[in-house]
């Protein structure tokens, strides 16, 4: 499967409307254990990627990823606006003078998870949105190396992240805001976990109908 900038801004008009989509529920779940700002710091982010999505279009994929990062970081705000920012930004880096496609991607997007881990000095297990994005680059790592086919690759994508995204709900945060109700963030699923997952599975099913 090969991709092209040009379906940026086609993509982050579908990430804009999920997460539009789901404004209330995202809301309620960063007020119960957070501050409730998550869905609109990342309405903010998205918004701003869909002002310059027709200059994104026209650069190669390692720009396009590096502007997207730096856009998010000055936009966004909050924790998450500075880990989806590096998330981008070390994908970016990651892409620099590669091709970008199945068989690099999933090199590339576990570049992105392992900065958002040292960024946000978390792992897996924490409650945060790296139990979403952690399990989906592993996936996409033993996919590649074991050779399976793309479409089974994406739905293994799309049932790693909502499982990831659930395992956050009888998780006990040790990261971010959510980490000061300490026993009381119980039975929360993670606002960050949710959207990451929300927002893989829309770019799948953009990559599927392709
Ligand atoms: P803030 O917590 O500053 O209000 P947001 O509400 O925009 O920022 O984002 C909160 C989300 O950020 C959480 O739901 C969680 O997924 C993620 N998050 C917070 N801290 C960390 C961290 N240290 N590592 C990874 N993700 C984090
Ligand atoms: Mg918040």
């Known amino acids: 499967m090969t991709t092209n900038t040009?379906?940026?801004?086609?993509?982050?008009?579908?990430?804009?409307?999920?997460?539009?989509?789901?404004?209330?529920?995202?809301?309620?779940?960063?007020?119960?254990?957070?501050?409730?700002?998550?869905?609109?710091?990342?309405?903010?982010?998205?918004?701003?990627?869909?002002?310059?999505?027709?200059?994104?279009?026209?650069?190669?994929?390692?720009?396009?990823?590096?502007?997207?990062?730096?856009?998010?970081?000055?936009?966004m705000g909050g924790a998450s606006g500075s880990l989806f920012g590096t998330l981008f930004v070390s994908m970016a880096k990651a892409a620099k003078s590669k091709d970008f496609d199945s068989s690099t991607f999933p090199d590339i997007f576990m570049a992105g998870v392992e900065s958002v881990k040292q960024r946000g000095k978390a792992d897996i297990g924490e409650k945060t949105m790296l139990d979403t994005l952690i399990p989906v680059a592993n996936s996409l790592f033993a996919d590649k190396a074991n050779n399976v086919e793309i479409n089974?690759?994406?739905?293994?994508?799309?049932?790693?992240?909502?499982?990831?995204?659930?395992?956050?709900k009888d998780l006990i945060a040790t990261k971010g805001r959510a980490s000061f109700l300490g026993e009381r963030s119980k039975g929360h699923i993670d606002a960050g976990a949710r959207t990451s997952q929300l927002m893989i599975c829309a770019i799948v099913d953009v990559l599927t109908q392709q």
């Open 6 to 75: 040009t379906l940026l801004p086609a993509l982050i008009a579908t990430l804009q409307k999920t997460i539009n989509d789901n404004v209330e529920e995202v809301t309620e779940l960063d007020r119960a254990i957070g501050d409730g700002d998550h869905v609109v710091n990342l309405q903010r982010g998205l918004e701003a990627l869909a002002k310059i999505s027709d200059e994104l279009a026209k650069l190669e994929w390692s720009p396009a990823l590096m502007k997207i990062g730096m856009t998010l970081m000055s936009t």
């Open 152 to 168: 089974q690759q994406l739905d293994n994508v799309v049932a790693e992240a909502i499982k990831g995204m659930e395992s956050t």
